[in-house]
């Protein structure tokens, strides 16, 4: 017999009761979650400030390695000025959803910048379990 048939066969206001339950738990838990994602975030600013403080790029622990990393990406600040100059260019390998990282970079190097758009660099983490 599976679990769904035994649950079939308990009167249904018992599921009820147990469907509130399980609902109780799982927000419980879900609470929990959220928690451990401050935690996380504030771990990982913590962590962030430190290496940045220190001149580091990276550090490693016994189970895992943090890593800085910066990367520099567009950010759209007038479409108008870049829509005309990927039509006056044919620059069009520039569209998707979001300006092309890559292309804008390329671009950027060459001409030394792309109407419309500004250089935005930020910094993001990696965390890796250690090879020791």
Same mark, same amino acid.
């Given at each position: 017999?599976?679990?769904?048939?035994?649950?079939?066969?308990?009167?249904? *206001?018992?599921?009820?009761?147990?469907?509130? $339950?399980?609902?109780?738990?799982?927000?419980?838990? !879900?609470?929990?979650?959220?928690?451990?994602?401050?935690?996380?975030? #504030?771990?990982?600013? !913590?962590?962030?400030?430190?290496?940045?403080?220190? *001149?580091?790029?990276? @550090?490693?622990? $016994?189970?895992?390695?943090? !890593?800085?990393?910066?990367?520099?990406?567009?950010?759209?600040?007038?479409?108008?000025?870049?829509?005309?100059?990927?039509?006056?260019? *044919?620059?069009?390998?520039?569209?998707?959803? #979001?300006?092309? @990282?890559? @292309?804008?970079?390329?671009?950027?190097?060459?001409?030394?910048?792309?109407? *419309?758009?500004?250089?935005?660099?930020?910094?993001?983490?990696?965390?890796?379990?250690?090879?020791?």
């Amino acid at each position: 017999m599976t679990d769904m048939q035994k649950v079939d066969e308990e009167p249904l *206001g018992t599921r009820i009761d147990q469907l509130f $339950k399980l609902r109780e738990e799982r927000l419980a838990k !879900a609470k929990e979650v959220e928690e451990l994602k401050k935690i996380e975030t #504030n771990t990982v600013k !913590a962590i962030m400030t430190t290496l940045e403080d220190s *001149g580091m790029s990276k @550090a490693t622990g $016994k189970l895992a390695t943090f !890593a800085l990393k910066e990367m520099t990406v567009p950010k759209v600040v007038d479409f108008d000025k870049l829509s005309r100059y990927i039509i006056d260019t *044919g620059y069009v390998h520039l569209l998707g959803r #979001n300006v092309s @990282a890559p @292309a804008f970079r390329e671009l950027v190097e060459l001409e030394g910048e792309v109407p *419309g758009v500004e250089p935005y660099t930020f910094s993001k983490h990696s965390l890796t379990r250690s090879s020791k």
